[in-house]
């Protein structure tokens, strides 16, 4: 089976991220960027399923300015066969991201998109499912175990009160976890061999839609920074702050 | 104005998170409906019409929302929340799934784990894990919005009566079917609402020594957390961790023991009142959101704790 794997380009989470000082938004000038760490779980596990015989081929699609093409190299490196970059300079909202995939998922007919719950940067934590309305697929979110089984694929997920798991019609949805895999690195023969592999570029207008941002952003701030305070020199005195100073037990 | 809120429980009862959910809706303005989606949630819509501010309860009690699986909810939701100017719920583990599906089959973007309302089309959130906060404002004629509960004081959850009407809407998108579950079980608090939390790390060395913590938070009335690095271990079950991609917490006191403070770790906890940290690194960064902070071999100091705890309560 086929399987898509979209991957977003994000400030490397190693990063300290900089609210620019007129507070349009973050610094993002000669800052080290690289694949979201949940994107990177998702190509990982669409290898993990071809090295079980399960998927046949595996797409990555990414969204983004030119330089998003380095991801898509990184994950034909992991392993994918074959990329598409949906080029644009734009500012690309989850709702849009989620339209334009489902173009991608049109034409590709893939049994299994695997995404990354979140990206680091927005935390927004909505184009899977998105995009799993817009297709009229069911969705796995929160994944930390993918088991395909015929026409259907259990997921389990992990939830704010432990597990569950579903199961899913194919094509269906996942959006990944931390704890799903760890992802491998790419060695040097693939990261050569990746540079061949077959990369197709294309707009929005390309496949038909029209970027329309409903947000806008009208400020960004640093967060209310917080003052370290004061080095105890035992549990007693502690106990004593926590008791008389703070007064919280 | 009307807002929808889609509760938040267990078929049995009504979780706080919903109640900070409507304070949100309060500070929205308008006249603001509860949606209660489960299966003999009956118990839950009645809860639901005595918190405050809540005009009307609407009850789907259906075998189909048992589960809350996101397909179903989000056509559900979709369907009655097409008459509201805003949707509102929790950002815990259901309403990140369900909604958005509802935007998207409604056509309009989501603003994701709101902490604080401008206006009514102008919201505050984190971004970057915390490290900085938008301003954001939705064109959109319906907003689909879900909310931090923590950031929100809750409304009483006594006194309200508002009339609760059952739904006969049953949408089964037949893409998905539970499976089981396996739910943590513990009489501690819930680590989302919990006054006091006491967290541990990879510093904990190992599940057993948990047990000292828990010590611990017995003793104080607190919920037990972690850091992803002793979820990842396998110390503790992935429910416990707290950060940027793990619950959000921001009780009265938060107690970290053996945890550096990675920015994804104190993105989930630096709202707390008071921090106190133990680590036996004085260079640990947690000791730069601390307010209390003790360099000490948590070995030794937590059972010192546990003593002294003793003494004073
Ligand atoms: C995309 C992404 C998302 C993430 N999301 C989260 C998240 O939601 N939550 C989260 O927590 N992390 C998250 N992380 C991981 C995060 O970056 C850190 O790796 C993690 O928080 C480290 O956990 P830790 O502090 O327990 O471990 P470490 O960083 O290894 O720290 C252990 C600490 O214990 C101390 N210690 C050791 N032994 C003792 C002792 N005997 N006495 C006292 N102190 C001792 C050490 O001095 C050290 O400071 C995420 C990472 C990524 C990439």
Redesign the pocket.
């Known amino acids: 089976m086929k399987v898509l794997v979209a991957v977003k380009r994000v400030i490397d989470?190693n990063v300290k991220v900089r609210v620019k000082p007129d507070n349009t938004g973050v610094d993002l000038a000669n800052v080290k960027m690289a694949m979201n760490?949940?994107c990177e779980i998702a190509v990982e596990e669409a290898v993990r399923l071809k090295e079980k015989g399960v998927a046949s081929e595996i797409v990555v699609v990414s969204i983004g300015p030119k330089a998003c093409q380095e991801q898509i190299r990184t994950a034909l490196a992991l392993g994918a066969d074959r990329g598409i970059h949906i080029e644009t300079d734009e500012e690309v909202q989850s709702l849009e991201a989620a339209k334009l995939l489902k173009s991608v998922v049109e034409k590709e007919e893939p049994k299994l998109v695997i995404l990354g719950k979140q990206s680091?940067d927005s935390d927004n934590n909505q184009t899977g499912q998105m995009l799993a309305a817009l297709t009229g697929m069911g969705q796995g979110t929160f994944a930390s175990e993918v088991v395909v089984e015929g026409d259907k694929v259990n997921v389990t997920r992990e939830v704010d009160g432990g597990l569950m798991t579903v199961a899913l019609n194919l094509p269906a949805v996942v959006t990944t976890d931390?704890r799903l895999n760890e992802p491998r690195y790419a060695s040097l023969p693939n990261i050569m061999k990746a540079k061949k592999k077959q990369l197709d570029s294309m707009t929005p207008a390309d496949l038909g839609v029209e970027l329309a941002p409903r947000l806008s952003t009208l400020k960004v701030e640093a967060p209310a920074s917080r003052q370290a305070g004061v080095k105890v020199a035992d549990v007693a005195e502690l106990v004593d702050k926590l008791k008389n100073e703070a007064k919280v037990i | 104005m009307s807002i929808l809120v889609i509760a938040e429980h267990d078929n049995s009862e009504l979780k706080q998170a919903t109640l900070n959910v409507v304070a949100a809706a309060k500070a929205i303005g308008g006249d603001i409906d509860v949606l209660v989606a489960g299966e003999n949630c009956g118990a839950v819509g009645e809860a639901a019409a005595k918190a405050e501010g809540v005009n009307k309860v609407l009850v789907a009690d259906n075998a189909v929302y048992g589960h809350f699986l996101g397909e179903n909810l989000g056509e559900l939701v979709a369907e009655v929340g097409k008459s509201y100017s805003h949707i509102l719920a929790a950002a815990g583990t259901v309403g990140k799934d369900f909604m958005p599906r509802v935007a998207a089959l409604l056509d309009v973007a989501q603003v994701s784990d709101i902490m604080r309302v401008e206006s009514e089309d102008t919201f505050v959130r984190p971004i970057y894990a915390g490290n900085a906060i938008a301003t954001v404002k939705s064109t959109d004629s319906i907003k689909v919005i879900t909310v931090r509960p923590t950031a929100f004081d809750p409304v009483a959850g006594e006194g309200g009566s508002a009339a609760v009407e059952q739904l006969d809407v049953v949408k089964d998108a037949g893409l998905s079917a539970f499976v089981n579950e396996e739910l943590a079980k513990s009489d501690r608090p819930d680590l989302g609402s919990a006054g006091i939390v006491v967290s541990g790390?990879?510093?904990m060395?190992n599940g057993d020594n948990f047990k000292m913590l828990e010590q611990v938070a017995d003793l104080l009335g607190a919920a037990v957390g972690?850091?992803?690095?002793?979820v990842d271990a396998g110390f503790v079950p992935n429910d416990m961790?707290?950060?940027?991609?793990?619950k959000i917490v921001a009780p009265q006191l938060y107690i970290a023991?053996?945890?550096?403070?990675?920015?994804?770790?104190l993105?989930?906890m630096s709202d707390s009142k008071v921090i106190v940290a133990?680590?036996?690194?004085e260079e640990?960064p947690?000791f730069q959101v601390a307010d209390y902070g003790l360099v000490?071999?948590?070995?030794e100091?937590v059972p010192q704790l546990e003593e002294e705890l003793r003494k004073v309560k």
Do not use: C, E
Request: no cysteine.
């Open positions: 989470y760490p949940f680091i931390l | 790390g990879r510093g060395q972690a850091s992803r690095a002793a961790q707290v950060g940027q991609t793990g023991v053996g945890i550096s403070g990675a920015i994804q770790h993105a989930g133990i680590n036996k690194d640990a947690i000490a071999d948590l070995f100091a």
